[in-house]
């Protein structure tokens, strides 16, 4: 019986692996790994390669054993599984050579202004935001690196002398613990994001996971909670506390016993606002509304441009134009791809101009309190659908911000004696976060699916302690990078 199981486990095994495949695409001349690059197994279904190149299809996609692989500035390239198996699983391109561009560009040279104007023009003909249902894929990578973390009881009324040394042990192990930790946080969801207009969306999530070591899940937000859920155990537990840092009282009532109700609450379910929050928020900032990202990239008035060169794009002419902050409000220098024939914005890469940071907060020296946004770029790649207009199929934002908090705090007992426990808190670090939004399908909205649909106030999700590559090997999901796949918690299952 245990040899048939076993036979059995092999047999379901490469049959599970036999219906994917992965594969990476390398430049052919420099063999570095091309990223987002468009890995088509049908006409308008496929998937895009990762930051290292590698992508997962599933080979029952495939219509007619072929696949379409394509990207800005190579040949386009037609390929069999065959073809990848038989060279390693290694897909190489050649950059695009365009000898007609070469020709136009020795006769007169574009005028970049005029490309952007052009690009405006056209935008109601290119573009349709309203009234469609995206299926999709979304992955976040949260990290937080804490350079300092001091935290120490230096005033104890009603706690006796061994409780005091007691705290402040358990305060220096909770810090060796933090300042170690390297947080790192992965969570995949897919669903329908069915948007009316700009603000009117509704979410649906069919399947969402977690990939985190609970042991090293540290944020700013739960790091001071912490060293106060410590503190609050060498307290009076039939008492409540409030909780001061100055003259400022943060909490009416604190206890042992709603402290832990608080961190225990809904540790299996995501919720639906802040994930629809995620998705929305990336593509509405990706189309054309009047306050959307892409709209303030695009306006002369905000930024100047440079005509850079041509490239190619499925056998379409592609200007390059590069953009820079006009006025001291403009915050972004990156450059624009452009297609010649419609128009259009194909692909966007973006980053903090030179000298230019985002949200500042400095109150360093009176509240101990310093904040900046000293990272946000991205890209983003659209796909020409079959109406002939654009719309966003990945988008890529990465985002990061140094903080600095130094304050005392104050518990202070609610009784008649007011016992008083003080400790300072001073932390410096670090915080960056990935989000990434891969679009596998689009379709007309449904008014009457849209009015009748119930959106969740939350779903469950699947919790990981290391990444597994069956999760989502039947979906069109976006390949882990290899630090993802890396990944295994120190927690038990």
Known sequence: MKIFLSVFAIFAFNFISGQSLTAKIIDANTKQAIPFATVQTAEYKGVISNEEGFFTINLEDLEDGNINISCLGYTSKTITTSDIKNNNYIIVLDEFIDELGKVFLSTSTPD??????????N???????????FNFFHRNTAYADFDRFETKVTKASGMRKKEHEGVNKSLDSLTQAIVNSNTVYFQDYLGDLMVETSKNAKLNVHKATSLVDKSKNFSLDNVQTKAQDLILKYLDTTLTYKLKTGIIKVEDSLSLKSNNDKNEKDETVYDVKNLKGETHGLLHDAQTYDNSFLRKIINTELYKYEFVDVTGFNGELVYIIDFKPRKAKSKYAGRLYITDETYAVIKLDYDFGKGKRGEKFNLKLLLGIKYVENINKGTIIFQRDADSTYSPKYINQEEGRYFYVNRPLKFIENSKDKNKVGFNFLIEGSARSKQELFIISKTKLNKGTFDAFKELEDVPYQKLNSYDANIWKSYNAIEPLEE??????????
């Open 123 to 133: 935008l109601t003909k290119n573009y349709n935001n309203e009234n469609q249902t």
């Open 484 to 493: 993802m796949k890396r990944f295994k918690s120190s927690e038990e299952n």
């Open 112 to 121: 970049a202004d005029a490309i952007i104007q052009k690009v405006n023009d």
